[in-house]
């Protein structure tokens, strides 16, 4: 079964400092999403994009976050400066179809996590 | 913009017990909805969906959903629980176009007790 490859699984860094996810979604899924999730609540998208067009980023901290996804593919996603309320999974999925569709199945992968210190 | 909301964030049952957790969800116009689970160590998987038809689907596990239009509801139902089905259980909503990514509740915390 094709998986969302996620690398790191696990990152801490100490608050101001950089970190980078990345992301590789199934082949030929056209859209790709970043989720963050907090301990003990659900998924809250960050950034939805389509093909290597950002569709959606209201919610995303431009101050200190950004994602790319420039080839259409995998996708990074980048926290600069880190600070301690970002501690949490950062959840990457990926899905077939393209906007607009009559619906829409996300494939997750593992996540990763982040703990600032 | 959509918003959903679980009413029980933990709940403890023993096995062969029935089983049903609610989801409502408000967006005024077609919607698209779905149950995804995960299990302890695991990811995100889609336990089933509703995008059309059938107000009542059925998906993995013997899992199965209702949609009820008039109450913005999405309950989940088990007739016989197994703790095997000990997990974080979350309901998602986009919107019928299919542009919006998923809108996600606050999950339940199941926890099924041999």
């Known amino acids: 079964e094709a998986e969302v490859a996620q690398s790191p699984r696990y990152k801490i860094t100490e608050k101001s400092q950089a970190v980078a996810f990345w992301c590789d979604p199934i082949?030929?899924?056209?859209?790709l999403y970043w989720y963050r999730q907090i301990l003990g609540q659900g998924p809250e998208l960050l950034v939805q994009?389509?093909?290597?067009?950002?569709?959606?980023d209201s919610q995303l901290p431009k101050d200190r976050f950004s994602a790319e996804r420039l080839k259409g593919v995998d996708s990074t996603l980048k926290i600069q400066p880190a600070e301690l309320g970002d501690s949490a999974m950062y959840l990457c999925?990926?899905?077939?179809?393209?906007?607009?569709?009559?619906?829409?199945?996300?494939?997750f992968g593992a996540g990763s996590r982040l703990t600032v210190l | 913009a959509q918003s959903v909301s679980q009413h029980n964030h933990h709940v403890i049952l023993s096995e062969a017990a029935s089983l049903e957790l609610g989801c409502n969800y408000s967006?005024?116009?077609?919607?698209?909805l779905f149950w995804y689970v995960q299990y302890p160590g695991q990811h995100l998987q889609l336990l089933l969906k509703?995008?059309?038809?059938?107000?009542l689907v059925k998906g993995i596990k013997g899992f199965e959903a209702e949609f009820i239009k008039s109450k913005f509801s999405f309950n989940l139902r088990k007739p016989s629980v197994q703790w095997s089905d000990t997990a974080e259980y979350f309901c998602a909503v986009n919107s019928g176009g299919g542009a919006d990514g998923l809108t996600f509740g606050k999950g339940t915390h199941l926890i099924i007790q041999p």
């Open positions: 509703y995008f059309s038809g059938d107000p």
């Open positions: 082949s030929g899924h056209a859209t």
């Open positions: 999925a990926s899905s077939r179809d393209r906007a607009p569709s009559g619906a829409n199945v996300l494939t």
């Open positions: 967006y005024g116009g077609t919607v698209n």
């Open positions: 994009f389509q093909d290597e067009s950002v569709v959606d």
